[in-house]
Structures are given as structure tokens and as C-alpha cells.
Nanobody, 124 residues
Framework: VQLQASGGGLVRAGGSLRLSCAAS????????VGWFRQAPGKERVFVTA????????NYADSVKGRFTVSRDNDKNTVYLQMNNLKPEDTAVYYC??????????????????WGQGTLVTVSS
């Protein structure tokens, strides 16, 4: 499975961005997908996940109510809508999948396939 995240950029605090995670392979629609982020000098942390069907999602407390994950399996793409961005949201954002058919929202440690990341910078 090959993943590619895109949509990052520079935005002012309070603004919005939508990230996309495009994948190759017909079986992508059967995999859960997670988003993670890594701020400068910090470890990579979990942001959100969506099940293969889109029926189940999970969010880190820091983004609840501001970020929304969704997917379009016909387009092999998962989206991360980020609203009311804050300077502390500045990070490289990665999408990943566990590559397990029919998975819901696996624990962060089970993601095996990663995209290259896209940089989000939020200015104050």
C-alpha cells in the first residue's frame, strides 16, 4: 500500500485546511486509516482514525470538535478537515494504515504503512 498526504500549507490561527491522503491499490477501501502528526522536536502522535467503512472514527482530545476525518472509497482518498487551527497544530501530518482488511480504528502501534507527510504551519 502506498499513501501520499497532501494539502498542507501556511495558515493563520483560526483558519482551516483540508488534508488528503491518496492511496494506490484496490484494497485501500477495506483498510482503516489514521492521521498522525509530528511537531518540531517532538514525537509523532495520534490525531484521528477512520474505519474502513467510515462508520467509526476516533479523535485525540486535542482536536475533538475542530478536526473531522472522512473518506471517499470510490476515490481511494481519506480527508482531514481542520478548522479553528491553532499554532500548536503546527506539525508534519502523516496518514497511515494498518493494511488489515475490515479493520475499524486500530491502536496507534498497529499502523504499518505510512505516507511521506505534509507540513502544516499555523501562524499566530
Amino acid at each position: 500500500v502506498q499513501l501520499q498526504a497532501s494539502g498542507g500549507g501556511l495558515v493563520r490561527a483560526g483558519g482551516s485546511l483540508r488534508l488528503s491522503c491518496a492511496a494506490s491499490g484496490r484494497t485501500f477501501s477495506s483498510y482503516a486509516v489514521g492521521w498522525f502528526r509530528q511537531a518540531p522536536g517532538k514525537e509523532r502522535v495520534f490525531v484521528t482514525a477512520i474505519s474502513w467503512s467510515g462508520d467509526s472514527t476516533n479523535y485525540a482530545d486535542s482536536v475533538k470538535g475542530r478536526f473531522t476525518v472522512s473518506r471517499d472509497n470510490d476515490k481511494n482518498t481519506v480527508y482531514l478537515q481542520m478548522n479553528n487551527l491553532k499554532p500548536e497544530d503546527t506539525a508534519v501530518y502523516y496518514c497511515a494504515t494498518d493494511g488489515v482488511a475490515g479493520s475499524t480504528c486500530p491502536p496507534p502501534g498497529q499502523y504499518r504503512y505510512w505516507g511521506q507527510g505534509t507540513l502544516v504551519t499555523v501562524s499566530s
